[in-house]
Nanobody, 126 residues
């Protein structure tokens, strides 16, 4: 059974940093794109960042570009999201996602991901 388990969320003041982790089990994702999405109350789940299988290519939402970095450790089957200069508008539940197949196209679209974690809450106070 495939599982994605996020950790590292919490409460932080504006301007602070958090590092989210997503540990995968049940299969290896070393050949697959992985991503992070977030959902604030009353809003659609939105794209945050995605990374290709090797970690050599990444996409970011314009709203987080320059403040957030996605990385992965294939040996640990884990993807990370380093978030700096956090703002109150970053408050949301953050979800890790992974694809079943190989390929990098449409990496910003949540519909192209097959596996999802349960989410971790990030709250940024002003």
């Amino acid at each position: 059974q495939v599982q994605l388990v996020e950790s590292g969320g919490g409460l932080v003041q504006a301007g602070g940093s958090l590092r989210l982790s997503c540990a995968a089990s049940g299969r290896t994702f070393s050949s697959n794109a992985m991503g992070w999405f977030r959902q604030a109350p009353g809003k659609e789940r939105e794209f945050v960042a995605a990374i290709n299988w090797s970690g050599g290519t990444a996409y970011y939402a314009d709203s987080v570009k320059g403040r957030i970095n996605i990385s992965r450790d294939n040996a640990k089957n884990t993807v990370y999201l380093q978030m700096n200069s956090l703002k109150p508008e970053d408050t949301a539940v953050y979800y890790c996602a992974a694809r079943r197949g190989i390929g990098w196209g449409n990496a910003r679209h949540k519909g192209t991901y097959d596996y999802w974690g349960q989410g971790t809450q990030v709250t940024v106070s002003s």
